[in-house]
């Protein structure tokens, strides 16, 4: 079969001298005669065919010599880049014993490989995370005027009445799917208490087995996953360094004793943590090794009288009885105070989206050991090929005949395969040492999984009969961004055990093509991959790999030395007000850190959206219809009102303008079948009606609600949200459902 020779640009010689006549207008409106004998056009037609025979040559061009020329300006192609996520690894139907696993075992999400990054204890138990919830005002003064007399015994010098904070008792599941990934915060008041309460369980079947369980268990380490809040965050680059790593305070594990102490208040032992993450659970995914104390050491408090069970420091009541009878003890997590023994200031942010037991990292890579690709030849420019690709590069440990060859960038750096006098050189002139030790060298194409050897003048031709084999790693791309639940078996684990991903995996992309890198040229010979002016951020944040994103801005400096960037993503979910997660911002912050100024501090979070309602009414031209016609009114304000397609100029709604009135009713006398707007009402979130809603900052507009009416618009009405507030030192009493 011929090879096809790439087509770079397929204009001909009328398209190209057709295109430039039609520029004329535009940049010349004076020009006005386009006939041939016009000077100008005789240009435009010799210009038009040195184009073609210069296209002509181009397209002659192999991909080889595209990739040496970026190279030769500096520019190298981004490679593909390897998903990665958190699995949980469960002990369904094994023996009642603990096992260990190793790292790099191998995972499968249908065909697409995945690999764990460290090793474990998979504990043979469950685990089922509580928190208390706070009441809302009235739900929390009809259980004050219910139990204040029963709790009275709990009122003292120190503690009101009053004081009683009732809670219900909520599991905190993990997410369902990536469209609605919940979180739970420490710190805002939705716990009364401020922690997360982990009921460690038995197996179902193995609920008279406690104290067998609880032996076993003794002394292992619980690998416990943590996910932070990956909604409605935010991501710092201090000056001279990474991510910044919140350090302190940090979380405190407690298991339950299952004892009292003199004043007959519940025990709590604190368990030393071992993270795999020195940013902390706080901030990105972290490991947490819990390592649990000696049997007798742990245990919970039974048969506490009603007024006791679910009180104060005791753990949270459960109702459900399948979980009180598999309950071995409980796990508390809590933000640690600070040091003079006040609560953790407000700025502290502790909110996480997924907590598990028996977690292991994974990333998307399938290992190949001793791969045959061929047979050497002793010819030169040889070539071979992997058979499984996208290649990682830095995995590939290639041997010809037992012997280990170093993997280069280009073969005309290597030396010769026999030392020889360059005759370009004069007598007597020493040739200076080569960069690369050795001629046994070879270059790899990881995309197609190619390698090259040299032709002997430079590198080392494998010779005939030598055995050419190869351990290596595959993966990359965006194949491996799977959904929640997708991992769902792995060939090294032992029977009865089960693997799965709690989340979805994140970071795959496919590398950037020759074409893609030549189009990015200009902006690459404008900032030398450095970001430093505005334009150098807007353009290097666009090339984030593994991202789907929408907008990117540079606010204005609001100090010298801080840039501050507003970034929205694609999210067809959530199209009035897409919000970057924790891991969007993670992407994006990876790729700026090698690229920015080491003095600059740069912030990274989304918009902050102001909420606002809008009623229309409209008057519909005789003989349109009036569904299709309301449904159009709605569909352009919504679009006029976007964060990512509105505004005057589509481009998304502008920074610091404000929503007019005027502005609403323009768009929606725009839209075709509307014959006249004949009024237009807008609210803010409080509610009150507005004439302007102002934006200023990080803010843009997020529409609500809508309402588009025939003839008057409707009175929208709708109550503001009311925070929550501080959390206080008080006393949690449970409050337990109504039940026939």
């Known amino acids: 079969m011929p090879l096809l020779i790439p087509q770079l640009d397929t204009r001909t010689y009328s398209q190209i001298l057709q295109e430039a006549l039609a520029r004329i207008p535009v940049h010349n409106p004076e020009w006005t005669n386009f006939n041939d004998s016009d000077p100008g056009v005789t240009l435009l037609q010799l210009f038009s065919f040195m ?12 991909e080889r010599n595209h990739l040496k020329f970026l190279q030769l300006i500096g520019k190298t192609l981004r490679p593909p880049s390897v998903a990665q996520g958190v699995a949980t690894i469960t002990n369904d139907r094994g023996p009642l014993q603990t096992v260990t696993l190793p790292a790099n075992l191998a995972a499968l999400a249908g065909k697409i490989g995945f690999m764990t990054q460290n090793g474990l204890d998979v504990l043979p138990i469950e685990m089922q995370v509580y928190y208390r919830q706070s009441l809302t005002a009235d739900q929390q003064a009809a259980a004050q005027a219910t139990y204040n007399q029963l709790y009275a015994t709990f009122a003292d010098d120190t503690v009101s009445p009053a004081s009683l904070d009732f809670y219900q008792t909520v599991p905190f599941a993990p997410p369902a799917s990536a469209a609605a990934i ?48 990956i909604t409605n965050a935010t991501r710092t680059l201090p000056p001279a360094g990474s991510v910044t790593a919140q350090t302190s305070p940090t979380l405190v594990y407690q298991i339950a004793t299952g004892t009292l102490d003199s004043n007959q208040l519940p025990q709590y032992q604190t368990i030393e943590a071992r993270s795999d993450n020195p940013a902390g659970p706080l901030q990105d995914l972290t ?18 009288p009603p007024l006791q069970d679910g009180v104060g420091d005791y753990p949270p009541t459960v ?3 399948d979980v009180l009878s598999r309950l071995l003890t409980w796990i508390r997590i809590r933000v640690q105070e600070a040091p003079d023994g006040l609560s953790t200031a407000p700025s502290v942010q502790a909110a996480f989206s997924w907590l598990g037991i028996n977690a292991a990292r994974i990333t998307q890579r399938t290992q190949v050991f001793a791969e045959p690709l061929g047979t050497g030849t002793g010819d030169p420019d040889q070539t071979y090929y992997f058979v499984n690709t996208p290649v990682i590069p830095d995995s590939v440990q290639l041997a010809v005949d037992g012997v280990v060859w170093q993997q280069i960038a280009d073969i005309m750096q290597a030396p010769p395969e026999v030392p020889v006098r360059d005759a370009s050189l004069p007598p007597g002139a020493t040739v200076p040492p080569s960069k690369i030790s050795t001629p046994n060298v070879y270059v790899l194409d990881g995309e197609s999984g190619q390698v090259s050897f040299g032709f002997g ?26 959904g929640i639940g997708s991992i769902q078996s792995s060939p090294q684990l032992p029977a009865g055990f089960k693997i799965s991903n709690p989340l979805p995996t994140w970071g795959g992309d496919d590398g950037e093509s020759v074409t893609d890198a030549e189009r990015n040229i200009p902006q690459y010979l404008q900032n030398g ?6 334009s150098d951020f807007i353009n290097i944040v666009w090339q984030t790999p593994g991202i789907n994103l929408g907008r990117v801005e540079v606010l204005p400096v609001s100090e010298p030395g801080v840039v501050t960037l507003l970034v929205i993503p694609i999210d067809p979910q959530h199209p009035e007000a897409p919000q970057p997660n924790r891991l969007f911002l993670d992407s994006i912050c990876n790729y700026l850190e090698p690229r920015r100024l080491l003095t600059t501090e740069v912030i990274v979070e989304g918009p902050d959206y102001v909420g606002l309602w809008v009623s229309i009414g409209i008057e519909v031209m005789p003989g349109r219809d009036i569904a299709p016609v309301r449904e159009a009114v709605k569909q352009s304000i919504r679009m006029f009102l976007s964060p990512l397609n509105g505004g005057p100029t589509g481009g998304g709604w502008p920074l610091s303008k404000s929503v007019d009135l005027m502005d609403v009713w323009v768009q929606a006398v725009r839209v075709d079948g509307v014959s006249r707007v004949t009024n237009v009402l807008m609210w803010d979130i409080t509610p009150s009606q507005q004439t302007s809603i102002p934006i200023s900052g990080l803010q843009l507009p997020r529409l609500d609600q809508i309402s588009v009416s025939v003839g008057d618009p409707a009175d929208l009405t709708a109550a503001g949200s009311q925070g929550p507030t501080p959390a206080q030192k008080r006393v949690a009493v449970p409050v337990l459902p109504i039940s026939c």
Do not use: C, H
């Not at 038995?202 to 003794?218: D, F, G, H, L």
């Open 319 to 321: 109702e459900d009885t």
């Open 51 to 62: 184009t073609e025979n210069l296209g002509y040559r181009t397209n002659l061009i192999p």
């Open 182 to 229: 919940s979180s739970i915060s420490l710190t805002d008041g939705t716990t009364v208490d401020g922690s997360l309460w982990l009921a460690l369980l038995t197996r179902s079947a193995e609920s008279a087995q406690q104290n067998a369980v609880m032996k076993e268990i003794a002394g292992k380490t619980i690998t416990l996953g943590i996910m932070p809040t």
């Open 287 to 304: 490991l947490v090794q819990l390592t649990l104390p000696q049997y007798g050491s742990f245990g919970t408090w039974d048969n506490l």
């Open 457 to 482: 003048l430079k590198g080392t031709r494998p010779p005939a009969g030598a055995a050419i084999l190869a351990n290596y790693a595959f993966g990359g791309g965006s194949t491996g961004n799977v």
């Open 529 to 534: 991959g450095r970001a430093v002016s505005q």
